[in-house]
Each structure stands twice: as C-alpha cells, then as structure tokens.
C-alpha cells in the first residue's frame, strides 16, 4: 500500500532505449508502476524489439542486447494496449518531462496512437530532488567537509570552500572503483592532476564546448546540424560553415580553436 494521496491513478515509468535521441531512437523496455487511488499498485514491465539495432554503449548502460528483444513485440504491438493502460493516469518518472515523456509520445505518434497528455498532470521526481538537495558549491561544501559555506558568492569564501572541496572528495573517492560506459572498471578519482584533468577536462576543444574531442580523440562539432561530426570533414566539405562561424555570434576562444584545426588540416595537405 503506498501513502500518496490521489484523486486519479499516477503511472510512474521508466524508459530503457537504444539512445538518449527523442527522433532517432527506440523504446526497448518500459515499466510501469500504476499507483491507484485506493493505495494499491500494479507494475507492468514488457521489452520491446525497436526495430534498429541497440548500440553498444546503449547496451552496457541498462543490459539489453539485440538478443534480448528479437522475439519481442514491436511498440506498434502494443501501443493501443499501454494507452489503454494508462488512460486516466497522470504520469510520474524521474528526469520524466525532459526524456520519459517526450520519448513516449513519440512513440504513440510515430504508430498513429492518440496518447494526449492535455489532462494528464506530471510529477517530474528529479526536479524536485535538485530543488530540495542543490547541486551547488554551498551544497558540496556541507556534503564533503562538513561545514556551512560562510559568505556564499565572496570570491574568496568560494575559492577556500573549493580547495577544501577537491580535498575532500579525493579522500572520499580515491580507490573507489566504478565502470565506464563501456563496461570498463576504473578508478576515475586520484591524488593526481594529470589524472583529475582528464576525468574533468580531457575532452574541451574550445570552452564554449561548440567543439568536443570524440573517444578517438578527434575534435567534433558538439552543436547543431553537424553534431558528432568531424570538424575536419566539415571543414573540407562546407568551408562556407568556418564563414558563418567566423562572423556569427560564437566566443573568440572558439573561433580561435576552429582556426588552429582549419589552419593545422592546410598544412597537413
């Protein structure tokens, strides 16, 4: 029996997908927690075959391989019965209104189901936890150190607070394994700055990030039409883009960075 008080169901869910796209990607399991209004739930959870292939690094994250969903239903199977599922509910989830619906919804609209959420009321559990545990440099000093941040926003109480911060969290994390993206363990936190530059800072191109190193460590666009593009190909292939930078809106740190790459790949011709 759960203790929320309700007027209508309340459907928390969760989204495993192929990626983080809302366009380009697929839903590959959903689970569904159906809070009623009489403090019983009821929680369903299906697989379902995307129809593209999981990437790997999608893989690592949530466990479910191409393997996993061949024989599943497709989510033009069962779209008409999970609407009719939810009808009624308001929708619950965490990071729910900037992913898990948007994603949904795109779902029932790519197969022709009507799923409106114009009545439907949502409770975003993530955006309540950042309002009521903040993320800050205050908020880091009490959880690291122990100690209430004085003078918040004094240039130098802050710089203080932070030393104190990194300190710390190496004496927090240091030997503390977890495992990457791609499935690798790692101890990412060291007494060590080359170590802690590259766990924070080793794929900056330009500040702005309008540009990021790639795992292959190549600069790549980080914004835009060429997102995850090579700066180098597009730089070769549309030279009126380094035009449009030059002269648009964009930090001289940035346009300084694009030229190094633009003036680097004319001397490598």
């Not at 689970?31 to 929680?43: C, D, H, M, P, Y």
């Amino acid at each position: 029996m759960h203790t929320l008080h309700l007027k209508k169901p309340l459907a928390f869910f969760d989204l495993e997908t192929t990626g983080v796209n809302i366009v380009r990607d697929r839903i590959v399991e959903i689970s569904v927690v159906k809070a009623l209004v009489n403090g019983e739930t009821e929680i369903r959870t299906r697989r379902i075959n995307p129809e593209m292939p999981i990437p790997l690094e999608s893989s690592l994250i949530h466990g479910i391989y191409d393997e996993d969903v061949k024989d599943a239903p497709t989510f033009k199977s069962i779209a008409k019965n999970l609407a009719s599922f939810l009808e009624g509910c308001d929708l619950a989830g965490f990071n729910s209104n900037r992913f898990d619906i948007p994603m949904l919804v795109e779902e029932f609209l790519r197969v022709g189901v009507d799923f409106d959420i114009k009545n439907r009321r949502m409770v975003d559990v993530q955006r309540i936890y950042h309002m009521m545990e903040p993320r800050n440099l205050g908020a880091a000093y009490k959880f690291y150190c122990g100690k209430t941040l004085d003078n918040a926003h004094s240039a130098e109480a802050d710089t203080i607070a932070t030393f104190e911060v990194l300190q710390g969290q190496i004496e927090k994390y240091q030997g503390v394994t977890i495992t990457d993206a791609h499935g690798k363990v790692t101890e990412p936190v060291k007494n060590d700055v080359a170590a802690l530059h590259e766990l924070t800072a080793s794929k900056i191109v330009d500040f702005a990030g309008r540009m990021v190193f790639n795992d292959k460590g190549e600069e790549v666009f980080n914004f835009g039409k060429h997102n995850g593009k090579r700066v180098t190909d597009i730089l070769k292939n549309e030279p009126s883009f380094f035009d449009w930078m030059m002269k648009g809106e964009f930090p001289l740190d940035t346009k300084r960075k694009l030229t190094e790459i633009k003036l680097r790949g004319l001397t490598q011709r």
